[in-house]
């Protein structure tokens, strides 16, 4: 039996170690490719006719969400197991829009035991099975559940408030008027729970500023957190740039 070809994509030269070790110790013979970041792993990829990917998360130049839907629309019964630190709900939300159908895939938190991980890597890339983390099934649910699950369009303007932007500019970014930009953070601010109307009182105004309340509770549940910010910092400041040339025209 040919050994199976499985691709490791991670930027952490202890968490490919780790990860060596264990696909080495799977029941079938396995040999390893490496990529260190997303780039690199949808190059190597794409060479294998059904790609086996064990992928962080969160990785350079592309991150593993990124590297995923690239992978899929060109080889969509790549199994990949996601294995990562992070339960943030922004990853699971993407993810569950990305996963084309009938497709095995798997999300394994870093804090589980080996023998936990290694029982999700073999369930997945071996035994053609889908694994999901216990943790991860929870924030599917709250990502899955209409009144509170944010729509493209809601978590566009959850990225804009949270870089700091003006209801004005943020009209000239998305083509809105302010009217329209204010109905979309309203519809944002509803799906986060926050009631306006609990934040206001005649005698004290209002008690909170419902855009950093708003960041302050996507935060803490992971629809936002500083690694993707940073890419999202860079696509405004190219934004900016070319915005800023169009009015000196």
Known sequence: MDPLTILIADDNPKDFEFLEQLVQGLEVPCQIERAHNGKIALEKAQRLDTPLVISDIQMPELNGIEFARALWEQKP?????FWSQYKDEMYV????????????YGYVLKSNTRERIASAVQTVLIDEQCWIDPEVRKVQ??????QTA???????????????????LIAQRR????????????????KLGLDQEQFHSE???????LRNRAVSVALRRGLINAF????????LQGWLKKFRSSKRV
């Not at 649910?141 to 209409?146: N, S």
């Not at 083509?175 to 509803?190: A, K």
């Open 77 to 81: 019964m790549a199994r990949i197991i």
């Open 93 to 104: 939300r993407a993810l569950t829009s990305i996963v084309p159908p009938e497709t095995v």
């Open 141 to 146: 649910g709250r990502a899955g559940h209409r």
């Open 150 to 168: 944010l729509s493209d369009i809601e978590y566009e303007a959850l990225v804009d408030i949270s870089l700091g932007l003006t209801d004005n």
């Open 175 to 190: 083509y809105l008027s302010r009217r329209g930009v204010q109905s979309r953070l309203n519809t944002l601010y509803t």
């Open 203 to 209: 005698k004290f105004g209002d008690a909170f500023n």
């Open 228 to 235: 993707e910010l940073e890419h999202e910092e860079e696509e």
